[in-house]
């Protein structure tokens, strides 16, 4: 399996960035996908999940700001991420849960200048 993550950059409080991850090597419309950052020297958290079905969960820091969706034709996760904020500044990383192993991509940077 393999997750690759683009759409990071830099941008200014208030701005946007949409992120994307391609998936291959896995049955991709059965997994659950999520987005997760990791802000240097704190831990990885979850940023937002969609099941296979298309039910969604965030954090309650980003609800309302960002949104994931999935497009199962063509092993696509995405996460559009409106009104950025400094806090929002870390390596986000797409995740792919099966039923026995989690899969995860490189990463890509997000930064968000005030």
């Known amino acids: 399996v393999q997750l690759v993550e683009s759409g990071g950059g830099s941008v200014q409080a208030g701005g946007s960035l949409r992120l994307s991850c391609a998936a291959s090597g896995s049955i991709f419309s059965i997994n659950s996908m999520g987005w997760y950052r990791q802000a240097p020297g704190k831990q990885r958290d979850m940023v937002a999940v969609?099941?296979?079905?298309?039910?969604?969960t965030y954090a309650d820091s980003v609800k309302g700001r960002f949104t994931i969706s999935r497009d199962n034709a063509k092993n696509m996760v995405y996460l559009q991420m409106n009104s950025l904020k400094p806090e929002d500044t870390a390596v986000y990383y797409c995740r792919q849960s099966t039923t026995y192993v989690d899969y995860w991509g490189q990463g890509t940077q997000v930064t968000v200048s005030s």
């Open positions: 969609i099941a296979s079905r298309g039910s969604t």
